[in-house]
């Protein structure tokens, strides 16, 4: 299927392994010039020159997204090198505290927000001014299924929950001028330095068996493709109808009707 994404630009947080880096694969092979961002150098430059590789036209930027001034230095370098974004992947993200409150404590409750919420509000606000202008965009946030039902350690939940609230705000506001807002959730996805990964290395095999036919209806962990290939579908002409609306790639994993 023709997604008509050739020529365009997306920027990906935390592109460098996982899931961002699945998206960033699945945009560019769609024909976008990708720009990817992570704070770890070596993964970057393994990831980059992976894709150039496969001839992907991209860039990658060490930046935290914690860091206002990381994530300007991000914008701007893209619009070097490949011009304005026509689509934001908000992927960066993960838990900072513990299912208890009083445990996680403020500060790190607070880092949690602004790594799982605040960063991709901040970089939203950066690229969303030249979508507007130009009547076009595209705004994928990577929530989870826990930002939809309970799970997670507090921080995470809370922080992926005001991710998929502020997406359905924006989106009704911004509408009628062609920049649509989503988010993606996905459930138990597997991939080498997951939590999933850690989780499989530190039970045992019978602890995992128990897991997965307790959550996972399809009888094994998800694998990133699926949830790159929404984000890449997301971007479309195809999907022109879709916004404020966020969807589940899980399995069947949660339990929410809504």
Known sequence: MDLSLQGKVAMVTGGSHGLGKQAADSLAREGCKVAIC??????????LAEFKGKGYEVIAVQADVTKP?????????????????????????????????METGIETFREGMEFNFMSAVELIALVLPHMREQKWGRIISISSIYGREYGGSIDYMSGKAALIAFSKHLALNL????????????????????????????????????????????????????????????????????TGTCLNVDGGQSRSLF
């Open 69 to 101: 001034d990381d994530l300007a230095k991000f914008h701007q370098e893209t619009i070097k090198a490949l011009g304005e974004a026509d689509i934001l992947v908000n992927n960066a993200g993960g838990r900072r505290g513990t299912a208890d409150f």
């Open 38 to 47: 992570a704070r770890g150098k070596e993964n970057l430059d393994e990831t």
């Open 175 to 242: 509408a009628k001028e062609n920049v649509l807002v989503n988010c993606v959730a996905p459930g138990s996805i597997d991939f080498p330095g997951s939590s999933w990964d850690r989780f499989q290395q530190n039970n045992t095999p019978e602890q995992v068996a128990d897991f997965i036919d307790r959550n996972l209806p399809a009888g094994k962990f998800g694998w990133p493709e699926p949830i790159g290939d929404t984000v890449a579908f997301l971007a479309s002409e195809n999907a022109n109808l879709i």
